[in-house]
């Protein structure tokens, strides 16, 4: 849908984005995710045609923004970090202007504008200056807005920022709905809400493309193995013997929680599934064992380590894991 081939761009001497090369395909929800000054803005910019790249091409369902500008751009809805909204105009005088300057025809204007004002909850405040609304509307006004022309593509830039915790539920949850017909770009510094929203997710650094996967695959890409929880109540002593008989065990950590309670860190061999035999080495015990999950890292944690490698390329050690 989406083709992005040895994008670059610069700024006099400055290279805001070096050589960047992804695909974005349909029916999907992606996380554009990046320090400040990665390049995420200005990649965003020349996707949608609002800035030109030094090198390299984009193209939309095969429309190059060269040679075909027109239907480049009827593929793209577009909401900046800043609504491009007009605080003297009323949502509904706003969004039949923003139609006709994106070329809906005159005789659907009305009725895309009621439309879109119905899906994202904006009816009742058509007649509202938009001067007079809160963060939370204004962003929805600008998603509105993006959605006219219905294009099949719709990139959100920081779409959360500034707003509080029930706005911010109320954005994801349009944003969700949006998936179902529409295929999304979400740039965000909340992690939380990438994790949740996204089912793919790439990541830059100082304008390079240094790894992209679904959140799973992300979240093991440091990890190596997954590591083992326990928490089990019993004797330092008596937890070390019972695991000195289970097979498949690597690495072990202890950290004490209370006099008779400790939780525990696993590390199993490669390729050994050690939880049946743990279980019933504690159970023939009599040794509680509280609980037991996987751990296998965060999002965050990879975010930060990426990052901290300033731009180091991953992508090949995660297909080798997928």
Do not use: W
């Amino acid at each position: 849908m989406i083709e992005v081939k040895k994008l670059v761009k610069k700024y006099g001497n400055h290279v805001a984005v070096d050589g960047l090369t992804f695909s974005i395909d349909k029916g999907r929800v992606y996380g554009f995710l990046g320090p400040n000054g990665a390049g995420k803005t200005t990649t965003m910019n020349i996707i949608t045609g609002y800035l030109a790249a030094t090198k390299g091409s984009v193209t939309v369902n095969g429309y190059d923004i060269l040679k075909n500008p027109e239907e480049f751009k009827k593929s793209v809805g577009y909401l900046p970090e800043l609504p491009p909204v007009y605080m003297d105009m009323t949502v509904r005088e706003y969004l039949l202007f923003t139609a006709e300057l994106k070329g809906v025809p005159k005789k659907e204007r009305q009725i895309q504008t009621e439309v879109i004002m119905s899906r994202v909850k904006l009816s009742h405040m058509a007649d509202r200056l938009i001067a007079n609304l809160s963060k939370g509307y204004r962003q929805r006004v600008g998603l509105a807005q993006a959605i006219l022309g219905f294009p099949e593509t719709i990139i959100l830039d920081e779409p959360m920022v500034g707003l509080d915790p029930q706005q911010i539920i109320e954005i994801r949850q349009l944003i969700r709905s949006l998936a179902k017909n529409h295929t999304v770009i979400l740039s965000s510094h909340i992690l939380a809400e990438v994790r949740e929203l996204c089912d793919y997710i790439l990541i830059i650094a100082k304008g390079r493309l240094v790894a992209q996967d679904t959140p799973e695959n992300l979240e093991r890409l440091f990890s190596g193995r997954d590591t083992l929880c326990l928490e089990v109540k019993g004797t330092l002593d008596q937890i070390k013997q019972i695991l000195a008989d289970v097979r498949g065990i690597e690495d072990s950590e202890f950290s004490r929680k209370a006099e008779d309670h400790y939780e525990v860190k696993l590390t199993p061999k490669e390729g050994a599934d050690i939880r049946e035999s743990l279980f019933f080495a504690f159970a023939e015990r009599r040794c509680p064992l509280l609980s037991l999950y996987e751990d296998n890292g965060s999002l965050e944690d990879v975010y930060l380590k990426l990052i901290q490698e300033g731009g180091k390329r991953h992508e090949s050690r995660l297909q080798k894991r997928a």
